[in-house]
């Protein structure tokens, strides 16, 4: 699997803008970059994805480098609840890749000060 | 809003004692998964399954670990017997189709202690 590389940890002011970056050199060109987090005590929850394009959705939006070796999650206006660890993870579009299990790294600590 | 639940949310057991940990995916999933998070380190993969079988598995999926789909709605994981090792958060999960652009749905988590 194509490896991922993320901060350990971050931290942010609340109602502000957090931008996590992850980075995924060797992404191959059917991979999709997800991002889950999991907030304490709480199981994973899928946050956005994308392949090429920048994403946007209720939670967050997904900046995508144009050589798709990095990519920038943003939380337009972090609330206390929105801390978590936040995971970026590559899936393979190819042969059927889209069913395997997920490989979770260690992820991003996002810490939110009031 | 379709949820994954699991039961017990906590589960407490003797070394050596089999133990089957409860999953309801979502309806129409396809699907399923389990996962594991030994305290304060990683969500580590352990086993797939579709259509009533196995898909994949992880190397930390050896013989004392079965998964069944026993009705329409259930999901479990049974470990044989179990190790001090095995005492982790078990997650389930479940997907609606193989697409790389489905995501999985995870429960709030089964913790379980060995002694």
């Known amino acids: 699997d194509a490896k991922t590389t993320q901060p350990n940890s971050m931290e942010s002011n609340e109602e502000e803008p957090v931008h996590l970056p992850c980075n995924h050199s060797t992404i191959s060109g059917t991979d999709y970059i997800h991002w889950y987090r999991q907030l304490p005590s709480q199981g994973p929850e899928y946050v956005i994805h994308?392949?090429?394009s920048n994403v946007n959705n209720r939670m967050a939006s997904l900046a995508i480098a144009e050589d798709r070796k990095s990519s920038t999650l943003i939380l337009h206006r972090a609330t206390l609840r929105d801390a978590a660890v936040y995971y970026c993870?590559?899936?393979?579009?190819?042969?059927?890749?889209?069913?395997?299990?997920?490989?979770f790294g260690k992820g991003t600590h996002l810490i939110i000060q009031p | 809003e379709p949820e994954v639940t699991q039961t017990p949310s906590h589960q407490v057991t003797q070394m050596g004692q089999e133990v089957i940990l409860r999953c309801v995916p979502i309806?129409?999933?396809?699907?399923f998964y389990w996962y594991r998070q030994i305290l304060g380190q990683k969500v580590e993969f352990l086993v797939s399954?579709?259509?009533?079988?196995?898909?994949?598995k992880s190397e930390i999926f050896d013989d004392q670990f079965s998964v069944e789909r026993p009705d329409g709605s259930n999901f479990t994981l049974k470990i044989r017997s179990t190790k001090l090792e095995d005492s982790a958060m078990y997650f389930c999960a479940s997907m609606a189709g193989p697409s790389s652009y489905n995501e999985q749905f995870f429960g709030p988590g089964t913790r379980l202690t060995v002694l």
């Open positions: 399954f579709y259509n009533n079988e196995i898909s994949e």
């Open positions: 993870i590559l899936r393979d579009g190819y042969s059927g890749g889209g069913a395997d299990g997920l490989t």
């Open positions: 309806s129409n999933h396809l699907y």
């Open positions: 994308g392949l090429t």
